[in-house]
């Protein structure tokens, strides 16, 4: 039968992380299904729910929605709404409620990092990266993404206060690798408390452990990328250890201590977070995830390595 077929092009497109395709293919599924079962068909039902819910994972919230609807308005007409299927469906729709929630926190919050970030004034002139919009937006989605709604709330209400805080994250930087531009502004940085201090060191002795995870697992990969420690600073590179130290130096105590709760549960849940981020990155970039990366330039490095061996033969 031609679904049996869809069925196996889908659960090909789940194996690889290729949701986009899945989606199409569900799509297909749906279609085919209303005219081999009927609209009101447990199987019509089935197929409405995992489109829906699959959905909402790539931002089609308007279309998740009508079509998690569409099954409740089915299953109550068929069967009440005292049922499991309903109430499978209703869960479904909450779902998708949440992430088109988290979908607009983000833009806000995007939003507001980049008319700070545009307009900050740099010491060597304006930088070509403000005015990058695009990889600014990708840069920084990827991270965010990486965490909870209710510490990017927290977030969101640090961004909304008086302070740059892209100022002060890229200021308290310049302590590591500008440290005579730093006594320059020094000044007019915050000065953390002892409190801020000692949360920042406990959220950093996590997430370094998950950013070496990261380069040991992919060497190629993040080779690409910032050093790992301040001992490597300069004023043209700028580690993940001071860059991560800034970014937290512009957090509120109370954003802190929340991202410190969330991420002490990611570690016990064995979720590596400097890991979800690049491969948030890598998806952005149009890859599966950082294992695609960095097996695709080992093999062009390889490929490299013979195109020059056949030149000097």
Do not use: H
């Amino acid at each position: 039968m031609y679904l049996d077929e869809l069925n196996r092009q889908r659960e090909k497109y789940q194996t690889e992380g290729n949701i986009l395709k899945e989606i199409k293919i569900l799509r297909e599924i749906l279609a085919e299904t209303e005219k081999q079962y009927g609209i009101e068909s447990d199987e019509y039902i089935k197929a409405l729910n995992e489109l829906g819910g699959t959905l909402k994972y790539v931002g089609y919230y308007d279309e998740a929605e009508n079509n998690l609807k569409k099954s409740l308005e089915i299953i109550k007409k068929k069967y009440g709404d005292n049922n499991l299927a309903y109430a499978t469906s209703l869960l479904n729709l909450t779902e998708v409620y949440r992430f088109a929630q988290k979908f607009n926190l983000l833009e806000e919050i995007l939003e507001k990092e980049w008319a700070y970030f545009s307009k900050l004034n740099n010491i060597g002139g304006r930088a070509a990266c403000q005015d990058n919009r695009e990889d600014f937006i990708i840069m920084r989605k990827s991270q965010w993404e990486t965490f909870n709604e209710e510490t990017l709330l927290s977030y969101l209400e640090d961004l909304n206060s008086k302070n740059n805080l892209l100022f002060q994250k890229y200021g308290q930087m310049m302590k590591y690798n500008s440290p005579q531009e730093y006594k320059k502004v020094k000044n007019i940085l915050e000065n953390p408390s002892k409190n801020k201090i000692t949360l920042i060191e406990k959220i950093m002795s996590i997430y370094m452990e998950w950013e070496k995870e990261f380069f040991k697992k992919y060497p190629i990969f993040s080779s690409m990328g910032r050093p790992l420690y301040s001992t490597e600073d300069n004023n043209i590179e700028t580690s993940i250890e001071t860059y991560l130290k800034g970014e937290l130096l512009s957090y509120s105590e109370k954003t802190l201590q929340l991202y410190l709760k969330y991420i002490i549960e990611m570690k016990e849940k064995n979720i590596n977070l400097a890991i979800k981020n690049m491969d948030n990155l890598a998806s952005m970039q149009g890859f599966k995830n950082s294992d695609e990366v960095e097996n695709i330039i080992k093999f062009a490095e390889k490929l490299k390595n013979v195109l020059q061996y056949f030149l000097y033969l």
